[in-house]
């Protein structure tokens, strides 16, 4: 049984019957006691979905554009697969088709998307966009928001916005392009190592982090220690490589304050722990593995995605996301020495 969080989550909203808070946000912004008008993400009752609030108009346009956007690539390209089917392949792509045909690649990447609604939080009408709940389906969800880039503003901030934006997580976005929100995670308890511990922290936290601290962070929400991690660590590094060689081929936005969740089940951590089965590395892969260790059912319980898309900007001259790009190589070296300490 997993004792109480260190960090408490916001008060309680009243929200429409159906739906509740999301217990496992880790970071943006939340439910407040004291501001009805304050609104965090929900979920629903069991199909495995989440709601996001627009936020700002302009922002909340901004990231439903971008959702929109990639929901239309992906039908464009699953018509062209059928197209080219039929064709046996038969035609080339045009730059435009190229370009839809990279973002659709995307969509690995991201959380499902299932549209938007309007619901009434607190007594006031809001619009949700409709998401895959990354969480859903673990028994103990360990979640980590990492939000990559030294530059996290903007083209169309103000002077005083960017200033606010490079004083905060100073030590870490200047060294390492990372920032660290907040982040849960399920641990064995020192005292009882039979029992599990929910730690949980928050911006302050993350905002008190240096190079040598935000390793140590991560190293606890890995679970470092357990004998077991190199199994996550490898999945997880797959996936930010992935991730990475999307990054390396597109010339068609730049990602400004966007972040990458991080998600893994404690528990079938613990399952892994706890069998008799050794691991063993070969060339890059698992192998001699007892259930539920294979590669392919990891991905089901360790999801790296990426989020938060309000402040994406068409590529300036067809550059590639630099800024990015960094933060992102930062993030898999650190899991990279980590899985080869």
Not at 99 to 119: E, F, I, N, T, W
Not at 168 to 173: G, M, Q, R, V
Request: proline share 4%; glycine share 6%.
């Amino acid at each position: 049984m997993a004792k109480k969080a260190q960090e408490k989550v916001t008060a309680s909203p009243i929200v429409p019957m159906g739906y509740s808070q999301l217990l496992t946000q880790v970071a943006g912004h939340t439910f407040e006691a004291t501001n009805a008008a304050a609104v965090g993400l929900l979920q629903d009752a069991g199909e495995g979905c989440v709601f996001k609030p627009l936020g700002k108009p302009e922002c909340g346009v901004r990231e439903l554009n971008f959702y929109e956007s990639l929901a239309a690539a992906i039908a464009t390209q699953a018509k062209a697969d059928a197209g080219a089917n039929n064709l046996n392949g038969a035609g080339g792509e045009g730059k435009g088709e190229t370009d839809q045909s990279l973002l659709a690649a995307l969509a690995a990447h991201v959380p499902r998307y299932y549209g938007q609604l309007k619901l009434v939080v607190n007594q006031r009408e809001h619009t949700f966009i409709k998401l895959e709940d990354l969480t859903h389906g673990m028994a103990k969800p360990c979640v980590m928001d990492v939000k990559i880039g030294r530059r996290t503003w903007d083209p169309l901030s103000s002077l005083e916005k960017r200033t606010i934006e490079e004083q905060k997580y100073a030590l870490c976005k200047q060294n390492l392009g990372l920032c660290l929100p907040g982040f849960q995670v399920y641990c064995p308890d020192e005292e009882q190592p039979e029992q599990t511990v929910l730690i949980r922290k928050g911006r302050d936290y993350g905002k008190s982090l240096d190079v040598m601290g935000f390793q140590k962070a991560l190293a606890l929400f890995f679970n470092a220690s357990c004998s077991s991690s190199n199994v996550l660590l490898h999945e997880v590094l797959n996936q930010l490589r992935s991730i990475r060689t999307w990054f390396k081929q597109q010339r068609l936005f730049h990602f400004y304050a966007s972040s990458l969740l991080i998600c893994y089940d404690f528990e079938q951590l613990q399952k892994l722990a706890t069998s008799n089965s050794k691991v063993s590395l070969h060339n890059g892969f698992h192998a001699d593995v007892a259930e539920p260790v294979l590669p392919t059912k990891s991905k089901e319980w360790i999801r790296v995605r990426c989020i938060d898309f309000a402040h994406i900007f068409p590529a300036e001259d067809a550059q590639p996301d630099h800024n990015y790009m960094f933060g992102l190589q930062s993030l898999i070296d650190i899991v990279e020495a980590m899985l080869h300490r």
